[in-house]
């Protein structure tokens, strides 16, 4: 006879979901914690070596997008890459990260509910436009399928799920019917459709893992990779010039009448784009300045942190003192980013959708020129951190 599971509800007790301000490194950071590496969310993010710049518009061929174009008017992003089972936060710890990707929904809760029975927290990749206590009936329905959130346990006899959620404090009771709605969603662009994402963990058998000093320094010599070295001319410094090179065409390009991927407004393209753009730069879960705030705390912590002092391949003084050098540099390279995203959010708030004309394309310029010059010497300096 078939074995029947009759297993209704579990809560994994011992995980921990705390307050965070980017949804995949604070959902990393939940994970370490659960398997033992509590660290704070800014050396997650500053570990996974992910920070950055991408920039695209219409002009540029993206990879893994249908039809190698874009369909938002513009997309920019402080960092480049997204969790993947090659993070190297993951690496640097000695996890292995699985990722599982369901055509069906229905096999998707199947498979997540196994792993919760067997006390294994997972990462969801989900539409958050389908989370009730995010959509509600104050909040304009958005769909951004590149969330990422936590699921903790289950209660099959109450329909609901246990979800943590970067902004949140605790646990969110979500219904099985709505997660499965936001994990299989279509909605908003294709290249982030959710598929019915999840990643779980587990640790080397070994429990090996390079000491965290080395660890530091590969991932802070992978960001200097992204933004001096970078693959194609979209990403890094490159695609910082190219991003502040398009401003000069701002009143041109931006004419005319758009419709938001990521809702059903439509509305000028102009004030589409300026809320897009700050919305990629100071408030979509980049914790401010295009993730320079978030980064800047790493580093801030990499200055005091016991084992870089003082464990297995400390540092330097001389290291040290290259961090201690460019602290302030990141600080005013997330000032910038935060002023020109103010700049466009008070154009929009005072002048709707007249906003192009009421802005200052040189000024706009001018602090992305003078961005480009700090961030190219500022990782500069940290290329001379060696591994």
């Not at 959902?27 to 370490?32: C, E, G, I, P």
């Not at 009771?173 to 982030?192: N, W």
């Not at 933004?227 to 410094?237: A, E, F, H, K, T």
Request: with cysteine; charged share 25%; aromatic share 10%.
């Amino acid at each position: 006879m078939e074995e029947v599971n009759l297993t209704q509800k579990h809560i994994i007790n011992n995980f921990i979901h705390k307050i965070g301000v980017h949804c995949e490194s604070s959902a990393l950071r939940d994970m370490f914690e659960y398997y033992n590496f509590p660290m704070s969310e800014a050396m997650v993010f500053g570990l996974d070596a992910t920070m950055g710049f991408g920039f695209f518009d219409k002009s540029v061929n993206i990879p893994n997008i249908e039809n190698g174009k874009s369909d938002t008017s513009i997309f920019l992003g402080g960092k480049q890459g997204t969790i993947t089972p090659s993070s190297l936060s993951c690496r640097l710890l000695g996890i292995t990260l699985r990722k599982q990707s369901f055509s069906s929904e229905d096999k998707a809760w199947k498979e997540s509910k196994k792993l919760l029975d067997q006390n294994i927290p997972m990462i969801l990749q989900v539409d958050l436009g389908f989370l009730p206590y995010i959509n509600t009936e104050e909040n304009e329905e958005i769909h951004f399928g590149g969330h990422a959130i936590t699921l903790a346990g289950y209660d099959e006899d109450k329909g609901i799920t246990l979800v943590g959620d970067t902004e949140y404090k605790d646990f969110q009771e979500v219904s099985i019917e709505d997660l499965k709605k936001a994990r299989r969603s279509k909605e908003g662009p294709s290249y982030l459709h959710p598929n019915n994402a999840q990643y779980s963990m587990i640790r080397r058998p070994d429990g090996k893992y390079p000491p965290l000093a080395a660890g530091i320094k590969l991932a802070i010599q992978q960001v200097v990779n992204n933004m001096l070295r970078p693959s194609v001319n979209y990403i890094g410094i490159q695609g910082l010039k190219k991003f502040s090179n398009s401003i000069i065409n701002w009143k041109e390009e931006l004419k005319g009448i758009f419709k938001s991927p990521f809702s059903s407004k439509e509305t000028s393209l102009s004030k589409t784009t300026f809320e897009l753009v700050h919305g990629y730069i100071e408030t979509w879960g980049t914790g401010g300045g295009a993730f320079r705030k978030l980064y800047t705390t790493f580093l801030e912590e990499v200055l005091v942190h016991p084992e870089v002092k003082n464990g297995p391949r400390a540092w330097e003084i001389e290291e040290l003192k290259i961090v201690e050098d460019v602290i302030p540099m990141v600080k005013d390279s997330a000032n910038k980013w935060s002023k020109f995203a103010y700049i466009l959010k008070k154009a929009v708030d005072e002048h709707d959708e007249d906003c192009i004309n009421y802005v200052s394309i040189d000024e706009l310029h001018n602090i992305t020129s003078e961005i480009i010059i700090e961030e190219e010497e500022l990782f500069t300096k940290l290329s001379k951190i060696r591994i």
